[in-house]
């Protein structure tokens, strides 16, 4: 079974920034799509960026967050200006079909908690 873990989340000072990894552990295929994801206590998960053979992003956060990738087991989320209202759970997924800004992704990593105190 494929299996994704974030890491890099953490407390940071509103205008700071953050990077965000996700390691996929198991079968998992080179090509497969991936995606940054957030979900807030109460709020429906937001879309924030996908790569596979192109990047996609959210417009939302275009200007501040980078999507990337090193290998097919390790993707990046850049995060910068960092706002209170980024304070979420951030999740990464893959899958090995498009999914986009869906919801629809086969597999999901446990989340990493962003704090961006004021």
């Known amino acids: 079974q494929v299996r994704l873990e974030e890491s890099g989340g953490g407390l940071v000072q509103a205008g700071g920034s953050l990077k965000l990894t996700c390691i996929a552990s198991?079968?998992?295929?080179?090509?497969?799509?991936r995606g940054w994801f957030r979900q807030a206590p109460g709020k429906e998960r937001e879309f924030i960026a996908a790569i596979g053979i192109t990047t996609t992003y959210s417009d939302s956060f275009k200007d501040r967050f980078i999507i990337s990738r090193d290998s097919a087991r390790t993707v990046y989320l850049e995060m910068k200006g960092l706002k209170p209202e980024d304070t979420a759970l951030y999740y990464c997924?893959?899958?090995?079909?498009?999914?986009?800004?869906?919801?629809?992704?086969?597999?999901w990593g446990q989340g990493t908690q962003v704090t961006v105190s004021s």
């Open positions: 198991g079968p998992v295929e080179s090509g497969y799509y």
């Open positions: 997924a893959a899958d090995r079909h498009y999914r986009g800004g869906g919801l629809g992704y086969q597999f």
